[in-house]
Structures are given as C-alpha cells and as structure tokens.
C-alpha cells in the first residue's frame, strides 16, 4: 500500500517535473518570438500592429489549406484602421505639416477616426472629424467620448464642394498648424503596410505562404501588403482583391481597366470603392485577380466564424474569410491564405444580431441552420 503510493508520488512528481520544463521552454520560446510583448516605450502608439496570425482551424481543415487570419481588431483602436492613423499623423508631423499641440483633420465614417483619436490623444494633437450625417449616433458619440470635434454634414456626392472630404481640408486650411490626413489619397497610409503589416505577416509565415486576399476601402491595406509581400517573394505570393456588392474594383479588373459607375450597396461597412485611390494606383496591376462577395455568403461567415472558430468578426472581415476560402479552393489543398481580421463585430451587433435588421436586408435565410441562436437581438 505504503509502496504504491510512493511509486504513484513519484510518477507524478516526476512527469509534473518534465512538464514544468516543457512549459519553461514553450514560455520562453514565445518570449524570444514575440516582440509583440516588449513594453510600448513611446506608449500607446507602440502598442499598434504586430496583431497575431490566427489559424482559421474549420476552414483550413475543411479546404485542406492554411487559412490565417491577421487579427487586427486586437489593435488599441479595434481596427486595423490604426495602423494608417499612426502612418498619416507621423508623415504630417515629418513634414513639419504638424508640431505640439497642433490639429488633425480628417473625413471619415468610421475606424480612421478612431484610430486617429487615440493617436491624436497619446501624441497631445486636436482632432476634427467630418462625416456624413447618416452615420448612426452611435458612432458620433463614440468619436466624441474619445476627444474628437465632430461635424456631421449633409450626405452629398464627392463632386458637390459640400462633401464631408472637401470640409475637412478646407476646415484644416483655415487653421495654423493643422492637417487634413486625406486618408484615400495620402500615401503614407499605404506606407504602413508596407512597413508593418506586410513584414508582419512575412515573417509570421517565415516566408510560407501562397496568397493574400482582402477588401478596400482607401486601398492602403490591400495595395501596401501586395507591394511587400510581391517584392519579398520574388512575386510568388498571389494577391487578390475582395470586393463587396457595390463597389466597382472587381469589375475594373475583371475588364482590364474599365471604370463603371457605382450601382447598389452592402452591408459591409468601411470597404466598397468608386475609384481607383492614389494608395492602390500604384499596385493595382500587381494584383493576380479579383473575387466578388455577395452579402449572402458575407452574413453567413459572421455567424459560422463565431461558432466554429469562436472569433467575433465585423462584416467586412468575414468577406476577407469567405474570399480565403474561395482562393484557397481555387488554388487547391496544401496552401496557405493570409487574409484581415480588420475589426470586431461589437460596432455593429446591432444590426448583425438583429432578427428584424436581418429580415430588412433579406438576409434572415442566409444564416446557416443551427446557428439561429446567435439572433438574440429583436
Ligand atoms: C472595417 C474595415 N475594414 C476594412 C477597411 C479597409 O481598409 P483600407 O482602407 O486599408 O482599404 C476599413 C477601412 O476603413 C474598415 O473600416
């Protein structure tokens, strides 16, 4: 009995000791491998990009390839939107654009506004936004509650002189040492990714991976991504765009260059594009193809992401992971997709999780059986 019982202790001892070691070097491993980790010295705005590379397990399992996704919500701003803001704000300053104390403006509906505003609060800079006055009050609040000016205006045409973007710069040309960031056309916006997101995701892969695919919206991410990864692999990694109901990018590749006019819309918030933006003029002929996403198939990603893969994912990120899938079933199994987590879906539960928002978009049975019970909102 009294042996037993030692011989049990000992075994346990024993293997709890080798798992301890196991752990040690797991944990140290990572240590050495996640800069991630190290203190954000310049503060907040060190604490931006260097996001993790998640293994889509369903999808890849399903396709037989490795389906990544660039988890950009875990930025400080929930969005990969920061990276840009970051970009934008330290091109200006560079450029003697903007010193202390200084005003950043910009046009934006959406995540750039929250990434600059907390840029903007780390680095001590005003910020003005403009936005259309059809974005929900939720967003207006949100913008405010960070520290930002806003001004909602009249929802008129880029061509009208009264458009949220033209008011921006002029509001920034009325001021001393003030910017307008001019997020579609200012290129530093693509130069993060350039230097950042790309890297990243390189080096995340150690070089192994075949495709990336995501969706525009200034094109900053898609164009600055391709760029590096084309550059660094010697253009063996294929990058394809990922275009929402709406936009006309698919149909200008599709066509060799044609530009039609934009018809119809999305549920996709932040992506969808009516011309070609300075950031992705550059790099839209690098590209090796595009994929239309209809909203139906978006709608049902959000929902099978969160139950099969448990992560919670805005709209415009599960176009990303359904335009993964479709690369990865086009280039066949044993190859690996990178694509962005852009944001989560908190911003619009609202209307995700909403029976009657669903029914009001004919959306309602889209949602694959058996996964109803994530509609717990009316
Ligand atoms: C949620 C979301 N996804 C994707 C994008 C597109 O990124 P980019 O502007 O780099 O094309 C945006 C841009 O605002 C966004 O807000």
Redesign the pocket.
């Known amino acids: 009995m009294f042996r037993t019982s030692v011989r049990r202790f000992t075994t346990t001892a024993w293997r709890s000791a080798e798992a301890i070691a196991q752990m040690e070097t797991r944990i140290k491993r990572n240590i050495e491998i996640s800069k991630a980790q190290r203190i954000a010295q310049r503060g907040l705005v060190d604490a931006i990009g260097n996001t993790p590379l998640i293994r889509m397990n369903h999808i890849s399992d399903q396709t037989g390839c490795e389906i990544l996704g660039k988890a950009e919500y875990q930025n400080p701003g929930g969005?990969?939107?920061d990276r840009?803001a970051l970009f934008v704000v330290e091109h200006a300053e560079k450029q003697g654009l903007l010193r202390a104390g200084g005003t950043v403006v910009e046009g934006t509906a959406?995540?750039?506004g929250i990434g600059l505003a907390h840029v903007c609060r780390s680095k001590g800079y005003k910020l003005v936004i403009y936005m259309p006055n059809t974005q929900s009050q939720g967003k207006i609040d949100h913008l405010r509650l960070l520290g930002a000016e806003v001004y909602p205006v009249p929802a008129v045409a880029f061509e009208n002189p009264e458009n949220y973007n033209h008011q921006a710069k002029r509001h920034a040309e009325s001021m001393n040492n003030a910017v307008w960031t001019n997020q579609f056309d200012n290129t530093a916006n693509r130069q993060a990714h350039i230097e950042t997101t790309g890297p990243e995701i390189w080096y995340q892969t150690e070089g192994k991976l075949d495709a990336f695919t995501c969706?525009?919206?200034?094109?900053?991410?898609?164009a600055g991504v391709t760029r590096y990864l084309k550059e660094k692999s010697d253009g063996r990694v294929k990058s394809f765009l990922a275009d929402p109901p709406g936009s006309v990018l698919h149909s200008y590749i599709q066509s060799g260059g044609k530009l039609t006019e934009r018809a119809g819309g999305s549920i996709t918030?932040?992506?969808g594009q009516g011309r070609v933006t300075d950031n992705l003029k550059p790099d839209i002929d690098l590209l090796d193809g595009s994929v239309h996403i209809p909203d139906e198939e978006t709608i049902a990603m959000v929902y099978s992401c969160l139950d099969q893969e448990g992560v919670y994912l805005?709209a415009?990120s599960c176009l990303n992971v359904v335009a993964a899938v479709k690369v990865a079933q086009k280039l066949g199994p044993g190859h690996t997709v990178v694509t962005m987590l852009?944001?989560g879906a908190s911003r619009y539960a609202e209307r995700l999780f909403s029976r009657k928002w669903l029914e009001q978009k004919n959306l309602l049975t889209s949602i694959p059986k058996g996964l109803e019970k994530y509609i717990v909102l009316p």
């Open positions: 969005s990969v939107k840009a959406g995540n750039t969706a525009t919206g200034t094109g900053g991410t898609l918030e932040g992506i805005g415009s852009c944001d």
